[in-house]
């Protein structure tokens, strides 16, 4: 390893530590904070990757397909465009304005890192809007609906697994839903309801009815790129370091954990009858990603399972207030 990085990483351990600076560092300590670094370099690397392509994306979907044509789409992306349209402010300056409520929610919904990687990315698209030249791909009422729905929604999908938004609905959803007895689906159903019905008055009939095909189209996609419409994901953790994976859930995520005793069945060595603790959670599809990040950083080798759920109530996961 090279003498700056070796003395940066030592650097690193004491800071964590905040012990007296005559304190020995051990290799263990120093290659333990090395793949922190790895695993940290890695999750963001792959954040701006997904976050720059799903901006590039949705800037096409807007740009070669919905401005020229005058569709919308659902959310705030749809507020923008119907604002647009009436009033003539651009759409950049409008994508930017109309969000930062939505990311205000997310800071303390979700997280600084979550609410600063959505500023960036909501940022990149009102840019690509701005200065982009995307080429005019048709003028086809239906395809303009689908595809561009279809390219609204990957970028949009590919910001989530990112780990950010180009689109404060989910965000608002979320805190909605913790104030009344609706659903997240329920919550971002009625709101796009609203768009449209105002898309029919402001605008017409006709391109309200294509605009729906647009939304219907860009959900879809979304859908399938983050892996699922649930926005509850159940995760379980078996892991030798399972005090840390715990610890870590409760203090970086702010969620709750339950804990099963358990015994390994079964291993790359044979059969085990070790006793090992399970740790199970449930996240929002959003923090999927961090969640990832942290339990590589304790336990690369954890078996991690994630499902799918239709819904949580009670517990950390809704109760937990907005400050």
């Known amino acids: 390893m090279h003498k700056f990085l070796y003395d940066l990483l030592v650097r690193s351990v004491r800071r964590r530590l905040g012990e007296a600076s005559d304190i020995i560092v051990t290799p263990y300590r120093v290659a333990k904070e090395f793949r922190f670094f790895k695993a940290d370099l890695w999750y963001w690397t792959k954040s701006g990757f997904f976050m720059s392509l799903g901006v590039l994306t949705a ?3 807007l740009k070669g397909f919905l401005i020229p ?18 009033s003539g402010i651009s759409l950049s300056v409008l994508l930017l304005l109309i969000n930062l409520p939505f990311i205000a929610l997310g800071f303390t919904q979700i997280g600084r890192s979550f609410a600063l990687k959505s500023i960036l990315a909501i940022t990149g698209l ?4 701005a200065l982009i030249q995307y080429p005019v791909v048709t003028s086809d009422k239906l395809l303009v609906a689908i595809f561009g729905g279809f390219f609204l929604g990957a970028g949009i999908g590919l910001a989530v697994r990112g780990g950010a938004v180009i689109d404060g609905t989910e965000v608002l959803a979320i805190y909605v839903s ?5 659903s997240i689906g329920d919550v971002i159903l009625l709101f796009n309801v609203v768009i449209f019905a105002a898309a029919a008055y402001l605008l017409s009939l006709e391109s309200a009815l294509y605009s729906m095909l647009t939304y219907i189209s860009a959900s879809k996609t979304v859908d399938f790129i983050v892996e699922g419409i649930e926005e509850y994901i159940g995760v379980t953790i078996i ?7 715990r610890a870590m859930i409760v203090k ?5 954990v339950t804990v099963y005793s358990g015994k390994r069945g ?8 070790d006793p090992s603790d399970i740790v199970f959670t449930v996240v929002t599809r959003l923090e999927i990603a961090k969640l990832q990040a942290e339990v590589d950083k304790i336990d690369p080798n954890a078996f991690v399972v994630m499902t799918n759920v239709l819904d949580a109530r009670g517990g950390i996961i809704k109760k937990r207030p907005l400050k």
């Open 252 to 256: 970086k995520l702010g969620r709750g």
């Open 69 to 86: 044509n005058h569709f919308i789409d659902g959310g705030v992306t749809g507020i923008s465009l119907i604002v647009n349209a009436v």
């Open 59 to 61: 800037g096409l979907g």
């Open 239 to 245: 892991s030798t370091h399972h005090a840390e994976v």
């Open 266 to 273: 079964y291993g790359k060595s044979g059969e085990k009858q």
């Open 126 to 129: 009102a840019l690509a809007v």
């Open 178 to 182: 913790k104030k009344t007895g609706l």
